[in-house]
């Protein structure tokens, strides 16, 4: 991903950094510049640069083609402010496992890491499994450079001059926080230098705002979907092989509190399962894929199959199935007409044109092929009625105020919180003031103070 950064020098001062050309048979690029030192307390270290960024833009100008004596002369004639656009190597560096030291009534070092898949922080835990120490980048609300949480300054002016030391002393150096889940669970963490800092803080700050970003789109909730679907199947995999047995199933259902009938439960197992005979590797285990199978199986939803069926075209004569055949609705379509047609009967949304049902196809159609020809099949309509057209209550009010707020206070029910300081239970809780920003982000508007 790309970074702007501005470097601010005093006369005399270096901007705190060195340059090497690419090498067009080790690095990604065949040419250009990297950042192949950046000097500890620099400006250029201060500003996030880190070793291995590629040099982009200097000062606006492209040089991803200028050869090192002509970037270095733009650099040197650039004054006493540079402006560098950089490919951040921060992910990258984030993948390789680091000594983070965790702070949790206790200081506790452990090595974390990046998964590959850019999704999950991982870290090597003395109790927790592989499977459970791991924090989902898309559940991350927040990053807080240095101590900015309640916890985490009140173990530092408890603790001895030693392990304030270990903390960042008085300026906090290299600690950060990362504020994770519905919950907004605190995890707070040293680093244990400028570089390692850098790259993660920038790192997570990027990766998370790129899944919130990603998140307001249909796609973004396939891409969450797949990964949430991904950390079950492996905290369902007893055994770490990869596959899942009938039992293995049946025993994360419950996890998942799913009370799913034996029966049913057997039916879908076995119609996932793609290897049917007994001497086929695999027979009577699901693999990630046959798993994603499964689970589109367990959560379809017959109702809209039928909607698209009654509205769409189909290439099946449904009367003439036996009573036995489940139907997965595959091979029906709704193209911008029928749909139109389904919202003007079935939604009375006599306002809507087919262009803007041919964007809503567009939107909402994960089948590239479905997507091209104007169509949408079951799981594109799925999503478009379980987003924003398909809400009881108009969208738009989710956006603008479209109450009549002209009237005394005491006439509007508020949202509301008592014992809000409160993390856990009134009895034995600890009382935090992240409790407050929780909710106030839910939406709560009455705190109560103590």
Same mark, same amino acid.
């Given at each position: ?93 984030? @993948? ?13 070092? @452990? ?50 001059? @030693? ?86 199933v049946r025993v994360l259902l419950k996890k998942l509190n799913l009370d799913l009938p034996e029966n049913d439960m057997r039916r879908l197992f076995y119609e996932a399962d793609q290897d ?175």
């Open positions: 991903f790309l970074r702007e950064v501005t470097l601010t020098v005093k006369p005399g001062q270096r901007f705190g950094f060195d340059l090497s050309a690419a090498k067009p048979n080790e690095d990604t690029h065949s040419s250009g510049q990297y950042i192949c030192g950046v000097d500890v307390g620099s400006p250029s270290s201060r500003a996030g640069l880190l070793k291995g960024d590629y040099l982009v833009k200097v000062n606006n100008d492209l040089v991803t083609s200028k050869n090192h004596s002509q970037v270095v002369d733009l650099i040197k004639g650039s004054g006493s402010t540079l402006r560098l656009t950089v490919e951040s190597n921060a992910i990258s560096q984030m @993948r390789i496992p680091v000594l983070l030291t965790k702070v949790r009534g206790k200081l506790c070092s @452990r090595l974390f890491w990046l998964s590959e898949d850019n999704m999950r922080v991982c870290w090597r835990s003395k109790h927790k499994k592989a499977t459970t120490a791991i924090l989902r980048v898309g559940d991350i609300k927040e990053v807080r450079l240095g101590r900015q949480s309640h916890t985490f300054e009140d173990f530092y002016q408890s603790a001895s001059p @030693r392990v304030r030391t270990l903390l960042g002393g008085e300026d906090a150096f290299f600690c950060f926080s990362i504020v994770v889940g519905e919950d907004y669970e605190v995890v707070d963490l040293v680093a244990p230098n400028e570089p390692t800092f850098n790259a993660w803080t920038i790192g997570l700050d990027f990766l998370s705002g790129k899944c919130r970003k990603e998140m307001l789109t249909p796609a973004g909730v396939d891409v969450e979907r797949d990964a949430w679907l991904r950390e079950v199947f492996i905290r369902g995999d007893l055994n770490n092989d990869n596959e899942l047995t009938l039992n293995e049917k005979g007994k001497r086929d590797k695999g027979h009577n285990l699901l693999n990630f894929q046959e798993f994603k199978t499964f689970y589109k199986n367990l959560a379809s939803r017959d109702e809209l199959g039928s909607i698209m069926v009654q509205y769409g075209s189909s290439k099946i004569d449904r009367k003439a199935l036996s009573m036995t055949f489940r139907d997965t609705f595959d091979d029906v379509t709704l193209d911008a007409a029928q749909l139109l047609n389904f919202f003007k009967v079935e939604q009375q949304q006599g306002d809507l044109t087919k262009e803007a049902c041919e964007a809503l196809i567009k939107d909402y159609e994960p089948n590239a092929v479905f997507r091209d020809a104007g169509k949408l099949s079951l799981d594109g309509f799925t999503r478009l009625m379980t987003g924003e057209m398909g809400m009881a209550f108009n969208p738009k009010h989710q956006r603008d105020v479209y109450q009549d707020m002209t009237q005394p206070l005491t006439h509007y029910f508020i949202a509301s919180s008592h014992n809000t300081y409160l993390m856990e239970d009134q009895l034995r809780g600890p009382s935090d003031v992240e409790a407050y920003i929780r909710a106030m982000l839910m939406g709560c508007r009455c705190v109560e103070l103590d």
